[in-house]
């Protein structure tokens, strides 16, 4: 009696086993979860991919600091340049007047807009 039941019980289990992974394993191949899975390999590929990208633009920007010191050091270029003065437009107006060609007028903090979806 005893050895009976050892065998049904351990045939329940085995069952019971095998009926949960075939049931997990169709789960997964459902198509909602292989896009799950692919979308999820997708953004873990692209992430990795951002971050080598990143390290390769901090490299090419590490190295080109670098090549321009030595350059600057090879020209003996060390100091800043200045910036030259912020320049002053001379508005359009007619060059056959002799008022403006001896005087023209500069635009200055105009309140023209530069907004081209505004009514007209």
């Known amino acids: 009696m005893f050895r009976r039941t050892f065998w049904f019980t351990t045939g329940v289990a085995a069952g019971v086993?095998?009926?949960?992974?075939?049931n997990r394993k169709l789960r997964q191949l459902t198509p909602e979860s292989l896009a799950a899975t692919a979308a999820n390999k997708a953004l873990e590929t692209g992430a990795r991919l951002k971050d080598r990208a990143v390290g390769f633009a901090?490299?090419?920007?590490?190295?080109m600091a670098q090549r321009e010191?030595?350059?600057?050091d090879a020209l003996g270029v060390h100091e800043d340049p200045e910036l030259p003065a912020p320049?002053?437009?001379?508005?359009?107006e007619n060059p056959t007047n002799p008022q403006h060609r001896t005087n023209?007028?500069?635009?200055?903090?105009?309140?023209?807009?530069?907004n081209r979806n505004e009514d007209h």
Do not use: G, M
């Open 17 to 22: 086993w095998a009926t949960t992974k075939v």
């Open 58 to 63: 901090l490299d090419v920007r590490d190295n």
């Open 69 to 72: 010191a030595e350059l600057q």
């Open 87 to 92: 320049r002053r437009f001379a508005a359009l």
């Open 104 to 114: 023209p007028k500069y635009i200055e903090n105009t309140t023209y807009s530069y």
